[in-house]
Every structure is written in structure tokens, then in C-alpha cells.
């Protein structure tokens, strides 16, 4: 089928109205405010899906470019005042794209080997993880830098793999079982989402995650057959694929018969939450995606709910926050995260000038439009180095490791690290203890 | 759609760089529209200059070929004033966004055309320094945009409108010739005023690049207030009160029902949804005074019959109030698809007739009509809720607003307050201005653009519509 068809076919034309042509999107927009050209902000990519669907243009490759540079951080949609979907909107667009236009070869491996062999096998991720750790531990990596091999990689590529986190192949349950039952006052039973790559480059903070949790008064499952969120491969067009992974979590967070499901990656958990759109047309699926969608909160409300961590050591420092997009503009989650940060003893709180914008990092974006990621980013670490903060705390991986990319780039190493939220809660709870 | 001549197009390339002169379907799709609804149409080609002496460059070339020119801003206008209906060059000044300078000696802000609203309001009151116009769209739309249209806003009642706050201007004419008019003096009558000629122009007469406005000393605080009324005649006729009373407050919204409803659907603040209407009244100046045309103005309230009043107790709970107001509109588009916002205005004496004549005329239409508006200045924003595809109520919808327009004349109104003329209203200009009057602006046009190039196809109409008779007796 022709991509022209093909997004006649995906595209909500009822939504695409929806958009008044207002323009209070624009302030909002990353790339709009890069660019100031009206085609890179949210209601010109609406106007152009509109266009195509219209039969006003053909889906060029200025379309596609259009369609890619966007981040889909959706920072425009709270601001929005005609409601429009549009992170919606551009997932059907990128739907449509991904079945009709033939990637370059080097992509479509890519995108096979991440979206199809290995996101969706977490055994696989893990063998992965045992590699990197490997690779990092064994002498390996010391050997690729001293001879430059990485000289062979673009610049953004090569400031990843200085900033990774050591690989572990160790899967939370192996860690902490599939059952950890609450401390103190019972609240209620979360299943935990443990995420595919989170568990495997951030295996401590799922950890960390459930001894929250646990301490917080709730009983935690960690149900083993749950699979990667399918947020990256909804992301990228892989829509089909993504409601497959839906299936199965779905299938899994029922049998544990739980009240909430813990997400402590605003990414992942933003898509958690709209499991039920993304299987609306799916009569047989839609109950129990709502059913699941209404119990997914990200780890900062559940931990609120229960009064927020206590006690705490004191951390004598100075914290800063930068949000994640999706928590924020998905999640609808807008002060928990830096209201258990103030709650923090000792700790002076600073507000990131312009917390809210995204930092460039955006599910593989950084990856792949390293040129517009690197803009933002720098802006960016402009405002965190402005905060003079110690303490830079994340609530989603991506993010981290694009606050970690910032700060070895700006040479703030040794004067500021990057943190999830959840590990400096960790943290004070084990010094208190 | 005339095609641009190949040559004019290297041309401008040549000047602009590749970068910055677009032909690609692209931009051609991104600057067909502006925030007018059922309104969009192809331009050949999208110019971004970068200075003064760019604007006045591609003007020469525009000329020398015949081709029409769109200036545009940030595209939020509601009357299709920058929809390139003609084809020819969109001329974008987006990227001229330099506040040039702040003259504390003289009160006033030299900006460039591109400069967002929003922006000159946080770069003064800094300075202690105040710039009143505050159209709803003021966080996107820019300050050439604001001139062009002669954009009012919230504070019109007691500041008046972007016309007051203007003192000079540089712009280029159809020809490339590069213009001054006024300068940083209050007064100056060297002349036709041709400053004040330029605002409101819509981008017809010719390329404003560069404004001098008036700033004033930032009232020292400022207080909001609620009054709800569970009968939507009696709020009416409290706000024409207030001002008999000889007060002037800064602000005097009127938000009916509908709009209630949508706002607080959108905007989650306590309104209540079960009054009939709620005034939004603000006053600003020094402590004393403001704390006492509060009183004065809840005690007004009271006696004609609201429900209950009440003060916003710090400055984000009166944040969020005139930000709910302000988002009105596009709040409302949320029930249906297509949603058409006109600005019919009225002596603001007249405001209570005017609003019963809009329940009376959307009923007998079939069609939903939420009123909400400036209404201390008279200025009301009857807004349709419909769906550009129902082509049978779409015509009704036209009928309502054509026989709004002639009841707001007949009160002494005009058919646009703040939104201007464009392409959406031009076919109603003769019922407000008469046929001389129509004349006597088409010679002005002429006199500035004998070649008819810049925003053709805008403020005059090729027919007028017939003036609808409104003979209440014969509805009944």
C-alpha cells in the first residue's frame, strides 16, 4: 500500500479537526522554538498529516523528515486547549510510515534486532547485560579506549558508551523474588513494572523501586512473565508490535490480581496508561486494557499516597529536577516527584528553569537526530549548571542518561551527578537506617 | 493560483539564501493557514527576511513582477487575514525578533516586528514598566501582528488597545521604499497621522519592520473577582452600572453559561457551572484605591441581584482567572469540530440587548451560540459551535452572524471589535462604513499600492452582502 493510503487509513480524521489552528502549542514546542519555522511545530505537523489526508500534498521526504524531528515529548498537549491527541496523532502517522517506507538497509537491521529480537525477550536482555558488564569489567574497554577504536563512531555515539551504566544480567526477581510483601501497615498490592532495558542497565533502581515500595506499606509482585511496555516500538511506528507486548503484560498484571502497577520510567508508564487506546479497536482486548490502564502510577504517587518515605537521613546537599516529558504530559504526574524531593531532610531543593522542556534525550531520538538532541541538551545544561546544584535527579532512565551525557559534556563531572529519584530515596532510607 | 515567474523566484533565492525563501510543498502547506477556520489556501512561495533592508529588497523584486505579498506574524488572527487567498510571497517576520531598546527617559520600547507579545510584557514590567494590550493569543502572536490588526485584549476597557500605545513606526511600501512615521513623542499632528493609519491595516497599505510603543508606569497591584449571577440580563446591566457609577475597572469579562462550562471542563478552578453568567472584574492602580473600587464594585453587584462574589485571595489564584478567561475560546472548540468566533461590539450601554438578541437569534437558527467577551468595553465574542461539514448548518450559522452583525450596527456597534476585517468580514464593511466610506478607503489603498500587491483579496469585497432587514415582528 502507498503511504498516502496507508495514513488516509490510520490517521484519526476526526482528531486532525479537532485542531482550531490556535498556535498556543507553539511556545511549548522544542523544535519549534529551535527552528521558528511553522512546519516544526505541532500544529504545522498537524496541518501537514491534514494536507496528505486532504490530498493537498504528497507524503514527501520533507514530511517524513517533518514527522521524525519531532520528539513526542507532547509537552503541547496540557497546553492545548481544544484537547487534541496529538502524541496520538503522530504515532498513527509514524504507523502508517513505518509499513510503507523502506528504511535504508542498515536501519531496517537496527530496527529488526532492537524493536523484534531483543526488546521483546527479556532472557536475551539480559544475556546482553551480562556482556556489557563483560565488556566494562574484563579489561575489554579499557583496551577499545586506550587504541581509540571508538574514534570509529559518530561523537554523540561515543559519549554513550562513556556514560553507560554497568550491564547487569541479574533479573530483579532473581534479586528479590516475586513476592515482597509490605512493612508495617498493609495499603494495597502492586504489581511492579520492571521495564525491559531499565532492568538490565538499571537494575539497582528497580531494586530500590521495591524496597520502597514494600516500606511504604505496599505488598509487591513482580509478575515474571511481564515483557518490555512497547512504548519504544509505539514510538517508532511499531504500533502492531506494541499491542502485542500489551497483551502479554496485560495478561500477566491480571493473573497477579493487583490494585496498582508501579512504573518508575515516566516513558514507559505514560504507555501503560493509554493501553487502552492504543487496543480500542480491539473488542476482544479493550475491558482489560482499561482494567489495566486505570492501576498504572508511576512510583512517585504511590509514594505519596502513602505519606511520602520516612525517615530520612539528612542529605546536606543541593538538588535540582529535571522532568520526564512523558510523566509529565503523559502521566499527568506534575509535583510528586519534586515534592518527596523537598521533603528530603538537609536538602536544599532548587527548581530547573524550564524543568518542564524536554532535555533532548526522547526514547532513541538522541540516537537518531543526535544534531537537534544536541541543541537541547545544551540549552539545557545551561539551566542545571545555572541551579549550581550537587544533585541532579531524574525520574526516568532516557532522561538519566541523557543528564549524564550533559554533564560529562559540559565538564561538570566531579561537581554534579545524575540520579534517579528513586535511588537518592534509597539512599537516605539505608543511611537512616 | 497565479505560478510565481521562475525568475522572480531566483531572484529572491539569491537574496534571501536557499534557507531562507521556501518553495517546497512543505512550507507551502505550513503557511496556508492562519487560526481562521475553514480558511486556507496555497501561497507560491515563503519569504524570511531577516532585516529591514530585506523587506524593502523583496518588495523591489514583488513589484517589478506583480507578485502579491502576505506579511504574516504568528498566524493567530480569527479573520483570515494572512491566508494567502491570491497565492504569491508569504512574507514571514518571524525571524526580525529584536527588542532594539528600552528608553526610560522617554517611556518607550523600540521593538521589531517579530517580537512575541508576551515577551514585551516580561522584558518591561521588570523594569517596573507596563505595556497594556493583552490579546488572548499574546504568548504566541507577536507585536507586528498585534499593530496590523490593532489587536484589543482584557485590559481595552480602561487602557485601550494596541492604536494606543504606538507612537511610530518604520515600514516599507509596495514600491521598497522604506518609511518613518511619528517617532517618541506624545504629540505630533506634522501631518496625516499616518501611524495611526498603519494600525489596523492588515497588512494592506504596507510592511510595518519596525514600532516604537508607549510604556507606563506598572500599577502597583492588582485584584480580581468573580461576580456569578443566576440571571444572565441582570449581569448584563450590572456591568453597564459599574461604569455609571464612574468606575473604570482594568478588567470587565462577561462569560455566559456555555462557556462556563467548557472553561472549567478545560481548566479545572471551582467556577461554578450551574450560574447563568459570571463577570470576571479586575482593577488595578494603587493599594487604597483598588481595595476601594472592589468594595464599591461588589456592593454594585449585590444590589442587582449576583449570587455571590468572590476575590481572588493571591496573585496565582487571579493568574488563574484571567487565564481560564483567556482560553475561552479555544476551550469551546472543544464540544464540536469547527467553532467560529466573531467580535461583534456595541456602546457598551447596549451590552444587555446585545446579548438578548444573540440567545434570540441563535435560537431561531437552530444554532449553539456562547457568548462570553470584553464586555466593559462593549466587545463581545459570540462563538458558534459547529462542523465545517454540515454544510446545511454551516449556512445557518452564516445566517445567525450576518443577523448579528446588523443588530450590533443598529445598536450603534460595529461588525468587528479587535478580530479586523480580512476575508471573513470584508463582505459586511459597507453596512458599517456606507458606500463613501468603502470608496474613500479603496482611494487610501490605491494611493499606497496602485498594483493592488500587498494582501490582496483582504478587507474589501468583491460584492457586499445584502443587509439583512431584522423585523422582530415578523419572526414572532
Redesign the interface.
Known sequence: MQLTDKLKQTLDY?EL??C?????C??ACPTFRET????ASPR?RI??MK?VADG???P?Q??LD?MSLCLGCRACEPV????VHYGQLLEQTREAIAETVRHPWWVRMIRSIVFTHLLPHQHRLYRAGRLLRFYQRSGLQKLVRRFKLLKLLPAHLREMEAILPEGNGTPLTEAVGTFVPAEGERRGRVGMFRGCIMDVMFHDTNVNTVKLLARAGYDVVIPPEQTCCGALHAHSGERPQARELAKRNIRAFQAAEVDYIASNAGGCGALLQEYDMLLEDDREWREAAGWFASRVRDISELLLDAGGVTPLAPIQRRITYQGSCHLRNGMHVTTQPQRLLQAIPGAEYVPLFEADRCCGSAGIYNLVQPQMAGRLLQEKMEHVSRTKADILATSNPGCLLQMKAGIHRAGLEGRMTAVHLVDLLAEACREKE | MRMLASQAKTELKALLGEAYCLDKPEALVAYSYDATPMQQALPDLVAMPKDTQEVSEVMKIASRYKIPVITRGAGTNLCAGTVPVTGGIVLVLNRMNRILELDEQNLTLTVQPGVRTKDIHAYVEEKGLFYPPDPSSMTVSTIGGNIALGSGGLRGLKYGTTKDYVLGLEAVLPNGEIIRTGGKLMKDVAGYDLTKLLVGSEGTLAIITEATLKLIPKPAVQRVMLAMFADLTAAAKTVSEIIANRIIPATLEFIDQGTIRVVEAFKLIGLPTDMAAILVIGQDGEQEAVERDMAKIAEICRQNQAVQTRLAHSDAEAEEVMTARRSALAALSRLRPTTILEDATVPRAQVAPMIEAIQHIAEKYRVQICTFGHAGDGNLHPTCMTDARDHAEVERVEQAFEEIFAKAIELGGTITGEHGVGIVKAPYLEWKLGRAGIELMKNIKRAFDPDNLLNPGKMFAKETRKRVVIDRAADR
Do not use: H, T
Open positions: 476526526e479537526s479537532n482550531m489552528r490556535c498556535g498556543f507553539q511556545p521558528g519555522y511553522e512546519a504545522g496541518a501537514l494536507a493537498l500534498m504528497e514527501d520533507d514530511f517533518q492545548c486547549p481544544a484537547g
